[in-house]
């Protein structure tokens, strides 16, 4: 593509060097630059790629889009407000704005993300039609596909309108159901797509590391909600505080659904029954009644089907092909995942108080009269320090005993970040409160500390098969090690 062609819309402030050159990719790591790319000068809270422009001409980079104009280089350099901001729109172009063809879904939230993308991937496919999927796993091109590795839960931009094209020429999939996150919308990493379709969860305290205040966190995820245009839907959970705030952003002509248990909501569940064999109730919807039987568990497995089951019949696809698809899954990698039956043992990628709270509920519905509950969990670092004592609060409250321990402590003190959960703590009593920073070691003191009528929570990693130290990452699986401590258990 001509430089020309691929600025054709673009907002830009000025031409530096111009010359009509052609462009066979997009950049903003100097590293990865290859021959007739367009270098993007991305501009960070720690580096920023302007500084790097040479590198990358000297990688084969022919043109730079830029904030400011950079001496001493003779390549043309496109002038634009905000790079960060405007790399989709280029992107979006490159690719010739793959969104346009596909019915992409997108689902937004603090919690239940994964799993709502991925019922929603399964009904479509019950109804006979292909579903790729985006999000903090990788993405896949059926239920049935092996992942592929993401870096972040929504892609930057050029990938992520890679991918799209990819999906829709090679793969010849036409239905996209895609995670979006709050660091993605605010960073406009999707921007250029169309969402035929937008999905919230819920918003409870995450990532203020990021937005500082929980306003600003809901203007984010608001922003994939008062972009939609006509003939796309909003499917929105009414019970949750913000739900009727995220009702008022979708424009007027966009479809709307709300689904919930405590509200009067288009799509309801009633008569809810939880037991170790997974959740049971009654579907409410359109004045008719459907009775649910799932494999998967708890109170927000429950909001996750509604919101999934809201979104077919925003589609126009069946009940009855949307509750087959729903009732034959087995549940997500790393959400509510059982690796041993005696002590029963879950694997859990709840990391924020809310989450921990609704996985706690649940742990709690399934634990023995005769049997305690166990949480181990600890928090990350370099993130948001508010919810630590929150979380260590909610973990005593509820459980019968906690094992604190470390996250991915990434550059901070692993001790200091448990210090700052055991402030929210009443006692420190150790006979309930245990210490102990190794991640790994914390797991295989569970095996001295549960008996086979006791329910096991190992909290915050789920799927992640590393974990963040302050020199480097290593490999690490809650479940490979839980599994390794329980060999010999009934599982």
Partial sequence: MKLDELIEYLKYKDLINFKNVEISGISYNSKTTKKGDIFVCLVGEHTDGHEYAQLAVDSGAVALLVERKIENINVPQVQVQSTKYQIADIADRFYSSPSKGINLIGVTGTNGKTTVTHLIQKILEENNQKCALIGTLGYKLSSTSEYRNAKHTTPQSPELQATLRMIKDIEKIDNVVMEVSSHALEQNRVGGCRFNGAVFTNLTQDHLDYHITMENYFKAKALLFNRLSEDSFAVINIDDEYGERFLAEVPENVKKLTYGV????????????????????????????????????????????????????????????????????????????????????????????????????????????????????????????????????????????????????????????????????????????????????????????????DVVLIAGKGHENYQILKDKTIHFDDREEAKKVFAGSVI
Avoid: W
Wanted: with cysteine; glycine share 8%.
């Fill in 262 to 453: 405590k509200k009067q909501a288009d799509v309801m569940a009633k008569n809810i029954n939880f037991s170790t064999s997974g959740a049971e109730f009654t579907l409410v919807t359109s004045g008719s009644e459907y009775p649910v039987s799932l494999h998967m568990n708890g109170m927000f497995s429950v909001y996750n089907v509604l919101a999934s089951i809201a979104s077919s019949i925003a589609m126009g696809i069946s009940i009855d092909v949307a509750l087959i698809a729903l009732q034959n899954v087995r549940g997500v990698a790393g959400r509510f995942e059982v690796v041993n039956k005696r002590p029963l043992v879950i694997v859990d990628y709840a990391h924020t108080p809310d989450g921990l709270e609704n996985v706690l509920k649940t742990a709690r519905e399934i634990t023995p009269a005769n049997g305690k509950l166990i949480c181990l969990f600890g928090c990350g670092g370099d993130r948001d320090a508010t919810k630590r004592p929150k979380m260590g609060a909610i973990a005593q409250k509820l459980a019968d005993r906690i094992v604190i321990t470390s996250d991915n402590p990434r550059s901070e003190d692993p001790q200091q970040i448990i210090t700052d959960i055991i402030a929210g703590l009443k006692s420190v009593d150790p006979e309930i409160v245990t210490v102990e920073p190794d991640r790994g070691e914390a797991i295989a003191m569970l095996k001295t500390i549960a008996n086979n009528n």
